[in-house]
């Protein structure tokens, strides 16, 4: 039996706007091709700016009714929508992992994380409700959440659901009305979501989908009805969002790439340890921004390498980790694992070649977990994300020395440390640069309502993408001092 259903036919993808969807004009098609096998499972429409033009006209006046329809109310249909996710979660899983090389599991947790994020939004009903308080004798001041207005997010191909899901329930349940353009080289999980918002009944542009590349994004970035926007991609694109977005005065939170370190010291549990940190490089096949990809080995842990490379070697390349994303990323891996040899590396072991049986998976993007021993930090595999199943290891005297190389990454995205001795944990914790620290968890992704984002060159924007501090990104308080009659026993205030 086979560990992935593909889609039957080749799916033509459309932009929804206003409700409805269409064929964008003037855009030419992009075929989509499954990472597994390298054939066409999809088309997608690349959006000249006109087109995206016309998605926020459309999207105007769906703003300036939504805005007014009470959160109690709006949050009726987020519930809605979330059963459909669960009525849906298989074949959405399958659907996302045909487009973005993940196993099924690996497309069922993106899509249970981005419902833990419907899940916070939902609460926003009973949560927040804003302020109020007596200042003054005769006077009060509250405030209020407003919604901003038209808003957009941007977001990458390793997490066709999640990624826009950490962002579309919380801004369109606090009012806005939500642009998503998703990864040109993923829109078919977009568009499956596009489709569970209409059923469940959101009118007609308060949620649309655009779809497309470069001038997509640049056109949404200059939009003047486009009051927000977040991003999710790498560093370079990140930077350049932000500043052009923020040159024309719109709130912007770009999340960049990431250069994640795990430390492992001598008295790391053995059992715990080497599984986590195999998961950890090799999950989504390492193209998430969480993935492992430096591991600081202090001082003799000889017998932790050993089973690492063991349980590594032994992943099943196709059911337990799934593809990259195109021929591209193939070519450039190993092309830094050759680079790493010639700068002095050794390859403990090489997933170079390593592809699952069966013809039919020859044409897919495959490359097995690998191991890179002897790295050094000044070495380009220590120092860039490298977005695949690829683990630098650098051997470290101390803790100090590990967390000086951790220091000194420009990203400051994830970092974990493995041991049983409670001092050493708190060290890094406190001594870590990266925003999201783990203790014997090889991927510290916060829960919600945990926040999600990391620091340095993995963001750009103040606040994070989830949880609490999203309120404030997707919304403007208005504050409102309320007086009604003159008091003479009063302060200042009366």
């Known amino acids: 039996m086979s560990f992935i259903q593909l889609p039957e036919s080749v799916v033509p993808c459309r932009n929804l706007v206003g409700g409805e969807w269409q064929l964008p004009s003037g855009a030419t098609l992009l ?10 499972i999809g088309r997608v429409p690349m959006s000249p700016t006109a087109a995206v033009a016309q998605a926020v006209e459309a999207a105007r006046p769906a703003a300036a009714l939504w805005r007014t329809t009470p959160l109690r109310e709006r949050t009726q249909f987020l519930f809605r929508f979330r059963q459909l996710l669960e009525r849906d979660l298989d074949r959405l899983a399958n659907l996302a992992a045909s487009e973005a090389g993940k196993t099924v599991a690996e497309g ?15 609460s926003l009903q009973n949560l927040d409700t804003g ?23 941007i977001t990458p191909f390793n997490f066709p659901a999640m990624v826009p899901m950490w962002m579309f329930p919380i801004a369109v349940t606090l009012g806005n009305a939500f642009i998503l353009k998703p990864s040109e080289k993923v ?6 979501l596009g489709e569970l918002m209409c059923e469940a009944g959101y009118p007609p542009g308060v949620f649309s989908v655009v779809h497309g590349g470069k001038e997509a994004v640049d056109a949404l970035v200059a939009h003047q009805d486009v009051q927000a926007l977040a991003f999710v991609g790498s560093s370079a694109v990140a930077r350049h969002v932000y500043a052009e977005g923020c040159k024309r005065g719109k709130r912007v939170l770009a999340l960049g790439s990431a250069k994640n370190h795990v430390i492992i010291v ?36 000889e017998p932790l390498l050993r089973e690492i490379t063991r349980r590594a070697a032994r992943l099943e390349v196709g059911p337990g980790m799934g593809a990259l994303i195109d021929r591209g990323a193939v070519d450039r891996l190993e092309t830094a694992i050759a680079r790493a ?10 997933g170079r070649g390593r592809k699952p049986a069966g013809e039919r998976w020859a044409g897919g993007n495959w490359l097995g977990p690998t191991l890179l021993d002897g790295v050094r930090p000044e070495m380009e595999s220590a120092r860039r994300e490298l977005f695949g199943p690829v683990l630098s290891i650098i051997r470290v005297p101390t803790l100090s020395a590990a967390l000086e190389i951790e220091n000194a990454s420009p990203y400051g995205n994830a970092a974990s440390i493995f041991t049983t001795n409670g001092a050493v944990a ?8 990266a925003g999201m620290v783990g203790v014997n968890v090889g991927v510290p992704v916060p829960r919600e309502p945990f926040s999600f984002g990391g620091t340095g060159d993995s963001r750009f924007g103040h606040g994070d993408i989830t949880g609490p501090s999203s309120l404030d990104f997707w919304t403007a308080l208005k504050k409102v001092t309320r007086k009604w009659s003159a008091r003479t026993d009063g302060s200042w205030m009366s």
Request: net charge negative; glycine share 12%.
């Open 187 to 192: 829109p078919l999980t977009a568009c499956a």
């Open 108 to 122: 069922r947790a993106g899509l249970l994380k981005g419902m833990e994020v419907c899940d916070f939004a939902l």
């Open 31 to 40: 075929d989509v091709r499954s990472p597994y096998t390298g054939t066409v």
């Open 131 to 153: 302020g109020h308080m007596e200042v003054s004798r005769g006077v009060t001041c509250e405030f209020r959440r407003e919604p901003l207005g038209i808003v957009a997010g």
């Open 426 to 433: 708190q060290a890094v914790v406190e001594g870590a640069r």
């Open 341 to 350: 040899e010639a700068e002095g590396a050794r390859v403990l072991l090489d």
């Open 266 to 301: 001598p008295d790391a549990d053995p059992e715990l340890t080497p599984q986590a940190v195999v998961d950890s490089f090799t999950g989504c096949a390492g193209q998430r921004c969480m993935a492992a990809s430096v591991l600081l080995a202090v001082g003799d842990v």
